[in-house]
């Protein structure tokens, strides 16, 4: 498993360097590993009118979804910011739609990060 983690780390970095983000300049990356691991990538994409960003975590996670892979085990989120972002809200309640389990790693650099369960960081989450 290590291995997985560390090719998920490393395809979050990666995947930031995709990010449209002309407006904040703020870059973000997310790799997410379904239950088949399988990983998918997504970036932050930036638009004029700031309500329809799609964030790089929900990028990755609807890639993923349209591909049929609807359970997911872990997801790493990398900035061009030097200290750890977290996911926003929104993105911790779409991917608790779809595996409530789900770790979190929060990316500091390819040695640096963290991980958290995805309850951890949104502990009163909605699901009907």
Do not use: W
């Not at 300049?25 to 970036?43: E, M, P, Q, W, Y």
């Amino acid at each position: 498993m290590d291995e997985l983690i560390n090719e998920l780390i490393k395809s979050s970095i990666k995947a930031k360097n995709k990010s449209y983000s002309p407006y904040s300049r703020f870059k973000v990356g997310a790799s997410i590993l379904t239950k088949s691991n399988k990983i998918f990538t997504g970036a932050n994409v930036e638009c004029a009118s700031y309500s329809l960003t799609i964030c790089a975590e929900r990028v990755a996670a609807v890639k993923a979804i349209s591909s049929g892979e609807k359970k997911f085990k872990y997801l790493a989120i990398a900035t061009s910011r030097t200290q750890s972002d977290f996911p926003c809200g929104a993105c911790l309640q779409f991917l608790t739609e779809f595996s409530s389990n789900l770790k979190i790693i929060v990316v500091k650099s390819s040695r640096e990060y963290k991980i958290y369960e995805l309850k951890e960081l949104l502990p009163k989450n909605f699901i009907l």
